[in-house]
């Protein structure tokens, strides 16, 4: 989960006039028109966005999508002084997503060789590739799979970069008709539009929640449930706040039951609710949030591959990343990662094949609800160092050959998709509970993991120095690093 430095607009020139010189009956000079650039209008909430649509037309902007029931527009305006102009009567806040995107991390994928991926031979549920699939035995997908391999009426939203549709594992998952892309705020749903283009993040996402059991690859933790991608990273790799807005009302109108969130919404690690160019994004994403989770769906977020301790956040050192960090101090609880810190959010942590913390993975007491597998490629057993399958398998896409295939990743963007395909189970075989319901039931079914005793620092020997990933664990049986505990799903069906 990276972050991306802020732009700012160039200023108009400004035309100086002689002291004491006046014109008469010559207009104004008109600012020449700048890159078209796209903004967050907020309307006083309940209101209605009418009020506000006016003023986008009156400030020479165009409104491209309108969330009426949450009181916010995306406009796109060339005018330079398009904020100044669109602010009065109607309108809460504005701001320029302009510079706002946030970089997926990628990670890199380390594909399996095709001639180790072949069909099962005389057993038509067998998963050639299961037996590299460690992450699933330790939640005990087996025994949950005994129990329900989870109902298609349960769907997941994946706010990614898109599914391959064409994938083996996959084709048969996917809820097309409630697919779509955000990119820009705008919805298409168009199949190649929501397919992926640039990036198999949301493809490798995807299938931990739900690949096929159908005697090929590898399986999901539910593989009886549907996936729907909902596209919010652009060609660019970026994810900017008006794409997150419009993927949580999307899921909020088409049944969603769960969203898988595997990003940054904002390209600093940490949104300001008290930064006057932050607060409109924390208003418009929280209003989009809210209403989702009063139309049924629980949003489930990794928590970060900084090794961050999100319950101390004093100072902000490593934001933007695409030039010179530039330090936050004194930072306080209005500072939260989005959407892993929103009211009512999963927040999901990692751990690798050990059981024990990612040597990446944010944590911080009161802040990580549950942890699940994610992968550490870099934990050293009994002096020998791990392999890339150490990560997590899964689907992927190759997007130079525009290819189908398998492969490993590491994250917390992999240890969410197993969390949101527990919670896909327990709905499965617990219907109608509620996002809070549902949120607890996922916590109270974990299995609590202690903290290690001192400080926690598993990859001693690593070029970047001899405490590179040095962090420090608080709490009991529920603790900084791993929340409620390693989720379950056997403990979620039974």
């Known amino acids: ?58 400030a020479d902007g165009t409104v491209v999508a309108a969330y009426d029931k949450i009181g916010v527009l995306v406009a796109r305006s060339s005018a330079p002084d398009f904020a100044t102009r669109v602010a009065g009567a109607g309108v809460e806040s504005v701001a320029s997503t302009a510079g706002l ?23 038509p549920t067998a998963e050639p590739l299961y037996g590299q699939q460690w992450d699933m035995d330790m939640i005990r997908v087996p025994q949950a799979h005994a129990v329900t391999g989870g109902s298609p009426s349960v769907v997941v939203g994946v706010l990614d970069s898109g599914i391959s549709s064409s994938h083996p594992d996959l084709a048969t998952q996917i809820a097309k008709d409630k697919s779509t892309s955000c990119i820009g705020g705008v919805t298409d749903t168009a199949e190649p539009a929501w397919n992926p283009t640039t990036s198999d993040h949301g493809t490798h996402v995807a299938g931990t929640i739900a690949a096929a059991v159908n005697g090929v690859g590898v ?27 419009c993927g949580f009302m999307w899921a909020a109108e088409h049944g969603f039951q769960l969203t898988n969130n595997s990003y940054y919404i904002d390209p600093w690690q940490l949104n300001c609710r008290n930064d006057a160019r932050q607060r409109p994004v924390w208003q418009a994403v929280q209003r989009a949030l809210r209403y989702s989770q009063s139309q049924g769906v629980l949003h489930v977020a990794s928590a970060g591959n900084a090794n961050f301790d999100l319950a101390h956040k004093i100072t902000d050192t490593g934001s933007p990343n695409n030039g010179t960090p530039e330090e936050r101090a ?45 992968g550490d490629t870099r934990f050293r057993t009994q002096g020998a160092r791990s392999t890339s399958t150490d990560g997590i398998l899964s689907t992927t896409f190759n ?93 979620a069906v039974k």
Not at 102 to 118: I, R
Not at 340 to 357: I, L, N, S
Not at 429 to 437: F, L, S
């Open 1 to 58: 989960m990276n972050n991306l430095r802020r732009k700012t607009l160039a200023a108009a020139s400004a035309v100086t006039l002689g002291a004491g010189l006046a014109l008469i009956g010559v207009p104004a000079p008109v600012a020449a028109a700048g890159p078209e650039t796209s903004y967050l209008v907020l309307a006083p909430q309940g209101n209605g966005t009418a009020k506000a649509a006016a003023r986008v037309a009156a």
């Open 101 to 123: 995107g946030t970089a997926l991390d990628e990670g890199e994928t380390v594909e399996v060789p095709a001639a180790d991926v072949v069909r099962a031979a005389g057993d």
């Open 219 to 245: 399986t999901g933790v539910a593989p009886g449930v549907k996936v729907a991608a909902v596209k919010v990273v652009n060609d660019d790799g970026y994810i900017f706040p008006e794409a997150a807005v």
């Open 330 to 374: 004194n930072l306080t609880n209005a500072c939260l990662v989005l959407p892993a810190e929103a009211p009512g959010v999963v927040t999901v942590a990692a751990v690798g094949p050990t059981g024990d913390k990612s040597y990446y993975s944010s944590y911080g007491q009161g802040v990580i609800d549950v942890t699940a597998p994610g």
């Open 399 to 491: 997007t130079a050959t525009r290819t189908n295939g398998w492969g490993y990743k590491q994250g917390t963007s992999m240890s969410g998709p197993h969390a949101a395909g527990v919670a896909a189970l327990a709905l499965s075989a617990h219907p109608g509970m509620t996002p809070g319901q549902l949120s607890s039931f996922l916590e109270r079914t974990a299995v609590a993991k202690s903290c290690p005793a001192g400080v926690y620092n598993p990859v001693p020997l690593i070029p970047a120095g001899p405490n590179a990933y040095d962090a420090t664990c608080s709490g009991g049986k529920r603790n900084g690093f791993y929340g409620a505990g390693v989720v379950d799903a056997y403990n």
